[in-house]
């Protein structure tokens, strides 16, 4: 056997190879059996101790690089979590991974600043759609091609608030590539990028709700692959007020779980009524 047919033999066993079609993926290192059909995607790794503890139960199936999952049940429905890290190009790698282990459904569960008054810390934003900031979207298909959640996913998760009787509110998201340079925030010794102290201001009066790093990517691969995708941040500033607090993230986590759970539940009912989508003439 030659070098190279060893090579391929180890990493097809380790669960390492590199081919785009190995169920197992080569970041997240998880397949079909490791998976449910819907996971969360927080960013932080950490994350994943705040969003398994809703759930009934849960064990950790693979953790590699940023990417941290866990797969269990919330009141009887199959879930999983997988963390993405920071940013567009990690999370792109998350969801091109789990779609080829058959995950059809994904939920972002983050945090975020709200740009708007009127929105205070704590409050959950379950975005609509996104603009396209980050360049993660843009090697995928034309800059002008939206980045729309699902509308059975924004749904359910407006459902799933209501049901816990969270504040919420429903909008336009802004992805950034940057956390700094690309939010309007002044740089090392106070540089600022060109239009960085316009960005802003531009966003709110196009009544854009909130700005994070990682949805409009998402989204937009998710509608590419024909898959199903929305987001809800917590909101941790207002950029308005200058609020700042790190609180409401175990909310998001359970809203986006809860989600799951809603969204089995309009899948049976489509699949009784035989439809294609489910829509308000649908009893849940």
């Known amino acids: 056997m030659s070098d190279e047919s060893e090579t391929t033999a180890d990493e097809a066993a380790s669960g390492d190879s590199e081919d785009p079609n190995d169920e197992v993926g080569y970041h997240v290192e998880v397949g079909p059996d490791d998976v449910a059909d819907a996971v969360l995607l927080p960013g932080n790794p950490e994350r994943v101790d705040k969003v398994t503890p809703l759930w009934d139960d849960h064990d950790e199936v693979a953790h590699h690089r940023e990417y941290r999952t866990a797969t269990g049940t919330y009141d009887g ?12 190009p990690s999370a792109a790698i998350a ?11 994904f939920i972002r569960v983050g945090s975020c600043g709200a740009i708007q008054p009127g929105m205070d810390v704590g409050d959950l934003v379950i975005t609509t759609g996104a603009v396209r900031q980050e360049g993660t979207s843009d ?29 919420y509110h429903t909008g336009v998201t802004m992805s950034a590539d940057s956390f700094y340079a690309g939010q309007g925030r002044p740089g090392f010794e106070g540089f600022e990028a060109a239009g960085s102290d316009e960005l802003v201001a531009e966003l709110r009066e196009a009544n854009v709700k909130n700005i994070e790093m990682e949805a409009s990517a998402i989204l937009t691969i998710a509608n590419v692959y024909g898959l199903r995708a ?20 175990s909310r998001a986590a359970e ?25 308000a003439g649908l009893s849940l």
């Open 77 to 88: 429905a199959p879930i999983s979590v997988t963390s993405t890290g920071i940013g567009s």
């Open 230 to 249: 929305g987001a809800v941040c917590s909101v941790y500033a207002n950029r308005v007020t200058g609020e700042f607090r790190t609180e409401g993230e």
């Open 139 to 167: 090697e995928y298909v034309r800059e002008d091609y939206p980045a729309a959640a699902d509308g059975e996913v924004v749904s359910a998760l407006v459902a799933a608030a209501e049901r816990l009787g969270y504040d």
């Open 95 to 105: 969801v091109e991974e789990l779609a080829r282990a058959d995950v059809d459904t």
């Open 255 to 279: 809203t986006a779980s809860l989600a799951v759970k809603l969204l089995g539940r309009m899948d049976a009912v489509k699949r009784e009524a035989g439809a294609d989508r489910w829509h």
